[in-house]
């Protein structure tokens, strides 16, 4: 009886302890829910079932083969070589454009040469369209089947905690080539997204309609759903306009709509990099980067004003002007990378690198020398043969070789599930990469010391006395004086170069309401130090290009640190985000050049940094 006493009162000893005397557990992971698992994934890649990949030669890998190669199995690709990922993705949308969903591919299965000719002469000019195009039932019949075997194929590939497949389809806007384009994703389950057809261009161009679809399936189902912009640097100054697609000035209830239906953007992929542009942001050394700045998708060549309209640095600074104005920022958005490869294969690192499309692949004679899109007098080339039509002198032409290997969209989740996954994306905890896996914790807050950026559970004290990328930061209370301080960390891609520096980009609105910014090299490798002019010293280039090879002999595997903003203004409104920069590596034409033994035009870049893109933190003043 005694041994049976001191064994009850050691048992209730131990859990006087656990419990920590106030019913707390000993345990400080019993009750964390916290966003710790970072996954890596594309929302925006193309199969068979997209007419204009199909047309131009991706006839054989549809959704269940993306799936495959996501997932890191070999899959043969259209022009017959073997493609593999070194690593596997975490997540993958599978966006197949709306319009014409599988009918090329239908009519090639069926060998009908003739409407497969008419199909393709027609194809391009209904995308372009500025008014609703009619389409036949047969067509109509067509997609809705084609909409089911995607459905299925996300269904069957969906392994929760391993791998997640979430349905989508891309809204294909673009009257007249400017890009408007959305990647529409859906939370849930075939059981949900089987009640409704992806919404199409050819019914309506304007956004405002793609919103009220996604209202209705929201109403109708109980589901969830978002839109993401495509990136803007192909829209001629329309995708972040302050007038609405119809011509009004943005009033607070479209700027609240459109908040609330696109709250992340994608900033990064194959057609040019979208954070900035050197005209809009002169005094930034790293603003050139990947630029596509000569006109649009089909007709129109780039004018100067267009610019602050297209990219992500000058849309969030719109934003705050907006916000003021108007009472809603409709511009307050997160930032992801994708690939809008036509493949079906996620490609975007240097050394793996499979183009936009079948015709731009490896060993393909398009690949070193080839014309990536025309612009001449009255339009592209005809859409029947404009592969193999020859630029004249007149005309302005990108190449191939500026296609970007890029990009990844990288997600603080609680898991790897659909749920989690869009939950993330809806509250912005998300980030861009253009192709490497670099991981980027960023937190705001009022109360974080310098040595919380070396502690081991910097996240756990980033949530505990901030709030993570994504959100907005209260001015503080009862010291509104004192200025917001970011901890962030940065870790290379254990797979690739080392980490140059970490700059933070601030964004405020002046007295007048004019919105400026300014770049902040906040910590870096090396023992570099700032110059007269504030800048630091690039970081030595350790890159062969004979070899296509580099050493991470510079640079750092980690960087973090807390930086406080020493030109804080509590009474203005302001936005922070994170760009990461890698040192320098070979971009993916040294690597051609090196295995298949072409030569590229001397004016092709071969050498660059990589980098990531954190989503904004806002600060809200007090008054606001």
Not at 88 to 96: G, I
Not at 376 to 405: F, H, R
Not at 564 to 576: C, G, K, L
Not at 607 to 616: L, M, V
Request: glycine share 6%; hydrophobic share 35%.
């Amino acid at each position: 009886m005694r041994m049976l006493a001191a064994v009850l009162i050691c048992t209730a000893s131990i859990w006087v302890m656990a419990s920590n005397g106030e019913g707390e557990h000993y345990s400080p992971f019993v009750g964390e829910r916290q966003p710790n698992q970072l996954l890596w994934g594309d929302t925006h890649l193309h199969t068979s079932l997209s007419a204009d990949a199909n047309l131009i030669g991706n006839i054989a890998l549809s959704p269940a083969e993306a799936y495959r190669f996501a997932r890191g199995e070999i899959i043969t690709t259209n022009s017959g070589q073997q493609a593999r990922l070194e690593r596997p993705l975490d997540f993958l949308v599978v966006s197949d454009h709306a319009e014409f969903l599988g009918v090329l591919d239908a009519l090639r299965e069926r060998n009908d040469q003739e409407s497969i000719s008419r199909f393709a002469k027609g194809f391009f000019d209904a995308i372009n369209a500025t008014q609703p195009v009619a389409v036949e039932e047969s067509s109509l019949a067509i997609s809705r089947t084609a909409w089911q075997q995607s459905l299925q194929a996300a269904e069957e590939a969906y392994v929760p905690g391993q791998f997640t497949t979430l349905a989508g389809f891309e809204w294909t806007s673009m009257p007249a080539g400017d890009n408007l384009h959305r990647v529409v994703i859906f939370r849930d389950d075939i059981e949900k997204t089987a009640k409704v057809m992806p919404y199409s261009a050819l019914d309506s161009t304007n956004p405002r309609d793609l919103w009220s679809y996604l209202a209705d399936y929201e109403q109708h189902t109980g589901g969830s759903a978002l839109a993401i912009p495509h990136n803007g640097n192909v829209s001629n100054g329309l995708m972040f306009n302050t007038r609405t697609f119809t011509g009004e000035p943005i009033g607070p209830e479209y700027a609240s709509e459109r908040r609330r239906w696109e709250p992340i953007v994608e900033v990064t992929q194959i057609k040019g990099d979208s954070e900035t542009h050197p005209l809009l942001s002169p005094d930034d050394e790293f603003a050139d980067y990947g630029t596509w700045d000569q006109g649009n998708l089909a007709v129109s060549t780039k004018e100067p004003w267009m610019l602050k309209y297209e990219y992500a640095r000058s849309a969030l600074r719109t934003g705050l002007e907006l916000g003021k104005q108007v009472g809603v920022n409709p511009f307050q958005f997160g930032m992801i990378g994708s690939t809008d490869s036509h493949t079906s294969l996620s490609t975007p690192e240097e050394d793996n690198f499979w183009g936009k499309s079948v015709n731009y692949e490896p060993g393909s004679s398009r690949r070193p020398n080839g014309n990536f899109i025309i612009y001449q007098e009255g339009g592209v080339a005809d859409s029947a043969s404009w592969v193999d039509y020859v630029p004249s002198a007149e005309d302005v032409v990108i190449y191939t070789w500026e296609q970007l290997a890029s990009g990844y969209a990288a997600v603080w989740a609680t898991d790897n599930s659909r749920e989690a996954i869009f939950d993330a994306m809806r509250r912005k905890e998300v980030y861009a990469t253009t192709g490497s896996r670099i991981a980027l914790r960023f937190f705001a807050g009022w109360d974080f010391e310098q040595r919380d950026a070396d502690r081991p559970n910097l996240a756990s004290i980033g949530y505990r006395k901030g709030v993570p990328m994504g959100a907005e930061l209260k001015a503080q209370q009862p010291a509104p004086g004192h200025a917001p301080q970011l901890l962030i960390a940065a870790s290379k891609d254990p797979s690739a170069a080392n980490l140059d520096r970490v700059q933070v980009i601030k964004g405020w609105l002046d007295a007048s309401g004019t919105s400026r910014e300014r770049v902040y090299d906040v910590v870096w490798s090396g023992d570099r130090q700032p110059d007269d002019q504030g800048k630091l010293p690039p970081i030595l280039s350790t890159v062969q290009k004979n070899e296509a090879s580099y050493l991470n002999s510079v640079g750092a595997a980690e960087l973090a640190t807390v930086w406080t903003d020493p030109d804080f203004d509590p009474d203005v409104a302001a936005f922070y985000y994170v760009r990461v920069l890698e040192i320098p590596t070979p971009r993916w034409n040294v690597y051609d050049e090196h295995r298949l033994r072409v030569k590229f035009p001397p004016e092709a870049p071969d050498i660059h940094q990589e980098r990531a893109y954190s989503s904004p933190i806002w600060y809200s003043p007090s008054n606001s």
